[in-house]
């Protein structure tokens, strides 16, 4: 069956840049999702990729796509202390449920 | 505010009883999905239900129990049956546009405890 993997934990300098990442297995997935968790919280949707781009960009966040490794990433610029979060990564079924499938998700702490 | 709400945000229960935790949207969106968390294992999908009057069992739905009489409610039953319910719960609704992209809003959670 599909699985989303990610590392468990991830800890940067305020200010460095951050980079989670994640490798899934349905190739055929068409739109992939990072979410942010912060603190007994649910998720949030930070930014979404379409399977036929490489790159996307918006402010701080940056979402690389490697399809042919099916590796994906989020790389968070001049990371700040209210960016310490969970984040997931997700892919969707493409066979009409919509059903997400999340990773693990990386627990990021950035240090003051 | 259009939003999704899960209520309550906590809940303890005694081992053999059935609780029921509340889910709530008035995004107008049709698929509802409950989601349990546990640390280090990510969500794992429990029940959905795509349309009023249908639901699918998801990966983990032993001891649950659901139903979706109206579009904006999907209240999930925790049973006796569930051996170790004591985990943080989350609810979510899709929207779809018009390109074929899916986003889901999540409820702020509901964590059960049994005592």
């Known amino acids: 069956g599909e699985d989303v993997e990610q590392s468990l934990f991830l800890s940067v300098r305020e200010g460095d840049s951050s980079v989670i990442n994640c490798t899934y297995t349905?190739?055929?997935?068409?739109?992939l999702y990072w979410y942010k968790q912060e603190p007994g919280a649910g998720l949030q949707l930070l930014t979404y990729i379409f399977s036929n781009m490489d790159m996307k960009q918006d402010q701080r966040l940056t979402v690389l796509l490697n399809k042919k490794d099916k590796h994906l990433s989020l790389r968070i610029a001049d990371t700040q202390t209210g960016d310490s979060a969970i984040y997931f990564c997700?892919?969707?079924?493409?066979?009409?449920?919509?059903?997400?499938?999340f990773g693990t998700g990386t627990r990021l702490k950035v240090l003051a | 505010d259009g939003g999704i709400t899960q209520s309550p945000k906590y809940l303890f229960r005694k081992e053999g009883q059935n609780v029921t935790l509340s889910c709530e949207q008035n995004l107008n969106h049709d698929a509802m999905y409950w989601y349990r968390q546990d640390p280090g294992q990510g969500l794992r999908l429990i029940y959905y239900s795509q349309i009023v009057n249908d639901f699918q069992k998801g990966d983990i739905a032993e001891g649950y129990s659901v139903s979706r009489e109206k579009k904006e409610s999907f209240p999930l039953t925790v049973t006796s049956a569930q051996k170790n319910p004591t985990a943080f719960y989350l609810c979510?609704?899709?929207?779809?546009?018009?390109?074929?992209?899916?986003?889901?809003?999540f409820g702020q959670g509901t964590r059960l405890t049994v005592v």
């Open positions: 349905d190739s055929s997935s068409t739109y």
């Open positions: 979510a609704s899709i929207k779809r546009d018009g390109g074929g992209n899916t986003e889901a809003f």
């Open positions: 997700a892919e969707k079924e493409i066979r009409g449920t919509y059903k997400y499938i």
